[in-house]
């Protein structure tokens, strides 16, 4: 009977630490996702996106874009 509860307090420990572990890699990456498009949306000016009739090139602000 002891034996049995050591193994489930185990078995419990170690998918806390997974949870634990895998919450921590998420957080990590949705910070850094988030800091990524902070950075982008804060190089946006408004003055990047006037229209105008030159055709020369197509694409001016596709560095915004990427």
Do not use: A, C, W
């Not at 890699?25 to 996702?33: G, L, S, T, V």
């Amino acid at each position: 009977m002891l034996k049995k509860n050591k193994i489930r307090t185990r078995e419990k420990d170690s998918v806390e630490i997974s949870h634990r572990y895998f919450r921590h890699i998420f957080e990590q990456n949705i910070e850094d996702y988030f800091l990524r498009i902070y950075s982008q949306v804060s190089d946006y000016q408004p003055g990047n996106f006037q229209m105008s009739d030159s055709r020369s090139s197509e694409f001016p602000n596709e560095r915004i874009l990427n």
